[in-house]
């Protein structure tokens, strides 16, 4: 996704767009796995390799180096992360039943 130029890096939009591509088709084809909370649940998905390169990728110090100069944020560390879905929830208002 980023491309070393004279020092710095430019972003690949189309790699991007193909990156996305790739991995919404692996989503579509996992499990996830229902996972309930204090304040909640979600359909989670908890292992395989989707899941580790998803981890790989964000955790790249170069992605960490361009975050830091866009936002001006401090040191990161490491990304740990999750992926899951949130099923619609109903919500009883005082005109009816709402879907979120």
């Not at 998803?54 to 866009?70: A, E, G, H, M, S």
């Not at 560390?77 to 009883?92: C, D, H, L, Q």
Request: hydrophobic share 45%; aromatic share 8%.
């Amino acid at each position: 996704m980023l491309a070393g130029r004279g020092g710095g890096f430019s972003f690949s939009i189309i790699r991007f767009v193909e990156l996305l591509r790739i991995i919404q088709q692996q989503l579509a084809q996992l499990q996830f796995c229902e996972r309930e909370y204090a304040v909640g649940s979600d359909l989670a998905i908890t292992h395989g390799p989707l899941l580790g390169a998803l981890q790989v990728l964000l955790n790249d110090p170069q992605l960490f180096v361009q975050i830091r100069r866009l936002t001006g944020c401090r040191e990161i560390g490491r990304f740990v992360g999750r992926v899951y879905r949130m099923a619609p929830a109903e919500v009883t208002t005082l005109s009816g039943t709402m879907i979120l």
